[in-house]
């Protein structure tokens, strides 16, 4: 759970750990407060009113979420389900990214219609098996519908919270990327014992 | 921010544009006692603004130009209509107060001796525009030096054995290594290659007021909230306004350039935040508005003097646009790199910046370790066995920290048929006709791209990469490196500026930015620009000062 609290401690620990052991004569207070603004804008009503639907109709958004589901599925992590991915996409297509919001509801309802025609019995694409919505994807994935859906979906994953999606960070959980603003050497596993750079003496041809 | 000219006042100088180049040359004609107005089409942010919010930054235009105040049309074929890009703009360039050198990833290549005079050395390339500049690197050296000093760059010189002589050392030391540096050096040796710690205009100790790095790892696509990148923003422009000579305007978006009776510029017309339109006088105008906005600038001030445009006798205004291609290789490691630490490049090579005929094309560049993007736009990026949705996908995704990328950064010729135009019906949300861009990439510069990015797939497996994978390339639909378009050159019919960026057919107007280039650079064309900059601000200065303008 990535609550304020929890992050500001380990923020401020971060930026502890990097005065104790920096000789910079830098102003870490106002670095610190920088990232403390960076970090409140991103978390800024995370969640709240999110669960609330403004431009996709409830049988669109299911549908739309069922679609997200197969782009990041529910394993044993969380996908796009759990990460609010639908409530963002509604928020973009509402708001900043309005622009696309006409295309995009004719594009949903062609593949609607189409899918209606594939499976005429079984009720809309979010009501087919997970096997069935597979092998309906697997026929549709280079449309301009599954391709903006798509590039939606990852960004509801991955957006700072206060987009509606990423809840409590799960899409960075996933990425193992770390929600921090100050970081020290080394980084990685392989800068770990890094000797030191040594000008190479062998001349070129 | 206070006024401190009137648009009936007349400046000695209007520089529109405020990012790598108008600030420069703004800093250097206040600090030489000229009075100097600069127009920026986008807002003055403060540092606390900026945010690690890569939907805002990358995909909703907050530090750049956006897909719907400013929309424009794309087409790879002349004869095709150009289509609406309703996401992103094909063209993407700095809007706001310090322009690209905001968002920019900072890495700053100096160009070598051969960018200069490469086509009297390799010969004429049929078809193209192919040419050599009218300078050559040594009239361009002082200035290079001035910007790693006055702007900051952080490097080590001498490491590379390919670099061209150089008068003075980097002010600061390299920045700390990070893992796909280290990766991407023991690869690079392992082959009998030269890498190098990255030049990059980041502080890697405290210089000039500016703090240092703080490694948060978010440099490309976005603004440094500390001030450690620099931008002109935090550097040149508070020079520039501290001389109470320079005004900075934010929020004045210019639509025209006008001409007297005797055919000299005596002011521009712009639109202020609340869309009011403004004159400011001027004797002369500097135009620094990037590859895209300057030569469109000077199509949209066609008058009947000029009925093909602002100083564009040549026709060349908007031709010769040239992207740059980048192609890249990803390798996944079996430990964590954390690429989304840090700043993006910390190693990078020359081995093949020179063209080499054996390699049967044109072209030449550098290569760099790097993550490329962050989360969004790598996830984006990223496919398990050609499906980029799924559950191997998403098992993909987990791979983010053990991934990096060898991204390359190579030439694109110049080529009339790749151009800026005004496009017939679109208008952006000013009423001015929007950018129609044609661009189609030459098969030299894709061959090139291919070839580069083979060879950063032979460093990762030499890493010891646990698995490569090869980056497609394909024509390129929108660049951020917009290069060419009113090319600099000592004959004006076949060059819009001379050699000092005064235009051939108008003596008071000045053009320097991306637009000046007369070749394409290895992809890191900023450096370049402001050391042009540098030049060109202290030329210009010295003919307002000998009354030459």
Known sequence: MDSPTLSRRSLLHALAAAMATAAMPVSWTEIAQAAQDVHAAGHAGAGAGAAKLSFLTAAEAADVEAVASQIIPTDDSPGAREAGVVFFIDRALATFLSQLAGDYRAQLGDFQAACHERHPVAGPFASLTSEQQIEYLKGVDQTPFFNTTRVLTLLGMFSLPAYGGNRDGVGWKLLGFEDAHVFRPPFGYYDRDYPGFVIDLEKIK | MTQTFRDSDTVDFLVIGSGAAGGVIARELAQAGLTVVVLEQGPRFSLRSFRHDELKDWYLGGLTNDAVKNPQTFRNDGAAKAELQKFKPALWYGRGVGGGTLHYTANYW?????????????????????????????????YYTKVEWEVGVSGLAGASPFDPPRTKPYPMPPLPVKSSGVLFERGARKLGLHPIPAPMAINSQQYRGRPACVHCGFCHG???????????????????????????????????????????????????????????????????????????????????????????????????????????????????????????????????????????????GGLDARIGPQPTTWAIRAAADGRSWGSEYKARLKEFPRS???????????????????????????????????????????????????????????????????????????????????????????????????????????????????????????????????????????FAKRGEI
């Open chain 2, 110 to 142: 100096r160009l070598h001796e051969i960018d200069f005079i490469e086509r009297s050395v390799l010969g004429a390339i049929p078809g193209t525009g192919f040419a050599d500049w009218p300078i050559t690197y040594a009239d361009l050296e002082p």
């Open chain 2, 404 to 542: 990096m990328q060898v991204a390359s950064h190579g030439t694109s010729l110049a080529l009339e048929s790749n151009n800026i135009t005004l496009d017939p019906d679109l208008k952006d949300a000013w009423g001015l006709p929007a950018i129609r861009t044609t661009y189609k990439d030459h098969p030299d510069d894709l061959a090139n791209a291919r070839f580069l990015r083979d060879r950063g797939a032979e460093i990762l497996e030499a890493a010891g990469a646990l698995r490569v994978t090869k980056a497609e390339v394909a024509e390129q639909a929108s660049s951020v490196h917009l290069l060419g378009t009113c090319r600099m050159g000592n004959d004006r019919a076949t060059s819009v500026v001379d050699k000092y960026h005064r235009c051939h057919d108008v003596p008071n107007l000045f053009l320097c930015d991306g637009s000046s280039l007369v070749t394409s650079t290895r992809g890191q064309p900023t450096m370049t620009i402001q050391a042009l900059a540098f030049r060109a601000g202290e030329h210009i200065a010295r």
């Open chain 2, 222 to 364: 976005f603004a440094c909230e500390v001030g450690a990148k620099a931008s002109t923003l935090t550097t040149v422009i508070p020079d520039a306004e501290a001389t109470g000579r320079c005004e900075v305007r934010p929020d004045s978006y210019v639509s025209r350039i006008d001409t007297g009776g005797d055919g000299r510029v005596t002011g521009v017309a712009y639109f202020d935040r609340d869309r009011r339109e403004h004159f400011q006088r001027a004797r002369a105008v500097v135009v620094s508005a990037n590859g895209a906005e300057t030569p469109r600038l000077l199509l949209m001030s066609a008058n009947a003097r000029f009925p093909h445009g602002l100083a564009n006798s040549s026709g060349l205004v908007g031709k010769y646009l040239m992207f740059n291609y980048s192609s890249r290789a990803e390798g996944v490691f079996e430990h964590e790199l954390n690429e989304f630490k840090s700043v993006q490049v910390t190693r990078i090579l020359h081995d093949f910046y020179n063209s080499d005929p054996k390699r049967g094309h044109y072209g030449g």
